[in-house]
């Protein structure tokens, strides 16, 4: 267990509100990341961050922002939510070289 | 870019018998690649990986080969169990950093039959 939870597991909104998604983990790794997953198109980074207040872009980071002021929290930001943004999103850290562990997902739906 | 394609959609076998994932690859100088599986509503898991530097690596049941030549890797599950049953994702580290910013194909969802 790599110790990673996300909240909230669920949530739906409206287009145009903003939404974060928090991902939270126990044990002090440098490295996280956010994916969004969606049919057809596997796993796709969003945002990563390595280290405190280091963080750049991903694949598709278009309408999404990201701050980590902790070592252990990485927040994931929709400034303004859309239909497109409906997605299932991972948090990953990176425990040894190359190797991601994920947490449990959160699951969005933008009406 | 890198691209990471597995143009399977699913893949259905028997009980007992083996499970053959395949992923194909476009560049490849300094590559790892690892397999995922994932259950519905969970996280993906970490399944096995294997280095440029090698043409396979075991792991009890799962094996994953690697041909460079193709850009082609396959995982192979001997023998597949019901609870094999999950989608199972490719995935490519090309950069060779110290930090992984992988790029995953699209899935192959494999249902194994009692």
């Known amino acids: 267990d790599a110790g990673i939870t996300q909240s909230p597991r669920h949530k739906v909104t409206e287009t145009g509100t903003p939404v974060t998604l928090r991902c939270h983990q126990t044990?002090?790794?440098?490295?996280m990341y956010w994916y969004r997953q969606d049919p057809g198109h596997g796993l796709r980074l969003i945002h990563y961050?390595?280290?405190?207040?280091?963080?750049d872009k991903g694949e598709v980071s278009d309408g999404y922002s990201v701050s980590r002021s902790k070592t252990e929290d990485f927040l994931l930001t929709l400034e303004s939510a859309t239909s497109s943004q409906t997605s299932v999103y991972f948090c990953?850290?990176?425990?040894?070289?190359?190797?991601?562990?994920f947490g449990p997902g959160t699951r969005l739906t933008v009406l | 870019d890198q691209q990471v394609k597995q143009n399977s959609p699913s893949l259905s076998v028997q009980e007992g018998r083996i499970s053959i994932l395949n992923c194909d690859y476009t560049?490849?100088?300094?590559?790892?690649f690892l397999w995922y599986k994932k259950y519905p509503a969970e996280g993906p898991t970490f399944l096995i990986s294997?280095?440029?530097?090698?043409d396979k690596n075991e792991d009890g049941r799962f094996t994953v080969f690697l041909n460079k030549s193709a850009k082609h890797l396959s995982l192979h599950i001997v023998p597949s169990q019901p609870g094999d049953s999950a989608v199972y994702f490719c995935?490519?580290?090309?950069?060779?950093?110290?930090?992984?910013?992988?790029?995953f194909g699209q899935g192959t969802i494999l249902t194994v039959h009692p």
């Open positions: 294997i280095s440029s530097i090698k």
């Open positions: 560049n490849s100088m300094f590559d790892y």
């Open positions: 990953a850290i990176q425990e040894t070289y190359n190797e991601q562990f």
């Open positions: 961050s390595y280290g405190v207040k280091d963080t």
């Open positions: 995935a490519d580290n090309a950069g060779g950093t110290s930090y992984g910013k992988l790029t």
């Open positions: 044990e002090n790794h440098r490295y």
